[in-house]
């Protein structure tokens, strides 16, 4: 389907106004995603790589955290919408001032944009804008809670190579008390079938984690053996306060991913990693840059991934229609 052909679709909105979580997310709506991300993905390969589905609508991207591929794909997934994109630069802000994000985003909202991308240190953070602000809200990471665009471009990528989601042994590995990917991830791979595992030393898996429906071990090989896909989380060393192992060394010995315990996994298996890397500790070099690795095309199918997710909230072919 390419994405003239969207409007003529059964599905063709999202039943939130937001995206916080893809935990609200219903298996429809999840497929209609996917499969707005894949006529988004024909756009990517024209040579004028535009379509003028949210011309006049305005989108802030509001990073209060370090980004590279999520704020760069929003904005680049913006402008192939036609969308009137503004970047705010944190540190050059009044939230330098004092400015609580409470006013910031009223402020902002005063300027009536459409759409607010935000990322942010605070679990709970574009929960808050939602309740204030008549722009959507899209979460583009929020503490330690959900990063949901990035668990859509995972499934993305993962059935645009299985051709499915339910049925899959996926296993995530790494420090996943810290990771908002893992929690997005689970709800989403959970909804669609799949059959998650999750792997780590004890003090880094969250202690409630099997209420959300997947299996838990500390030993990596049960994880990887006959997995189809392995997603390697990263130690987020800045959120940790004390001592999780004993040191990188031995995380990366009793942990780490290597092409010897790849060899435990299906002949096809997918290499994933949400990115940034920590190479030689939660997967090596010849891993990251291997033939499973799909860890490039994650970052190309974000681009895609984020120009669905617009539309659709922008109202998707309804929009359209009624533009
Ligand atoms: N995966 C991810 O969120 O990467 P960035 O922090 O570079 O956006």
């Known amino acids: 389907m390419t994405v003239e052909q969207l409007a003529t ?33 024909e756009v990517g390969a024209r040579p004028i790589k535009k379509v003028p589905a949210l011309r006049g609508k305005t989108v802030v991207n509001l990073f209060f955290e370090p980004s590279t591929r999520t704020r760069t794909s929003f904005e680049i997934a913006e402008k192939r919408l036609s969308a009137d994109t503004l970047n705010i630069a944190i540190a050059t802000s ?63 990528t993962i059935r645009e190579r299985k051709k499915r989601l339910s049925g899959l042994k996926v296993a995530i590995i790494g420090d996943l008390l810290h990771s908002r990917v893992l929690r997005s991830n689970v709800h989403l791979l959970t909804t669609m079938g799949a059959e998650v595992w999750v792997c780590g030393p004890p003090t880094l898996v969250p202690a409630d984690i099997r209420r959300l429906g997947v299996t838990v071990t500390h030993v990596i090989d049960d994880a990887v053996r006959e997995a189809d896909v392995v997603m390697l989380l990263r130690i987020q060393l800045e959120r940790m306060e004390g001592a999780f192992f004993p040191s990188l060394r031995e995380y990366f010995a009793v942990f780490g991913m290597t092409e010897a315990r790849l060899r435990l996994a299906k002949p096809d298996v997918m290499i994933m990693h949400p990115g940034p890397m920590n190479r030689g500790v939660e997967i090596a070099s010849e891993v990251a840059d291997g033939p499973y690795s799909v860890i490039l095309d994650q970052v190309a199918n974000g681009v895609a991934v984020r120009m669905a997710v617009l539309y659709l909230l922008a109202g998707g072919a309804a929009h359209e229609d009624a533009a």
């Open 9 to 41: 679709s059964a599905l063709t909105a999202l039943r939130h106004k937001h995206l916080l979580s893809t935990a609200d997310l219903s298996p429809e709506e999840i497929t209609l995603v996917l499969d707005t991300a894949e006529a988004m993905k």
């Open 94 to 156: 009044s939230v330098v001032k004092g400015e609580t994000l409470a006013d910031t985003a009223l402020t902002l909202e005063a300027m009536s944009p459409d759409m607010i991308v935000i990322r942010h240190s605070s679990s709970g953070a574009p929960y808050l804008l939602s309740r204030i602000c008549r722009s959507a809200i899209i979460n583009a990471g929020d503490g330690m809670h959900e990063h949901p665009t990035q668990a859509l471009l995972d499934a993305y």
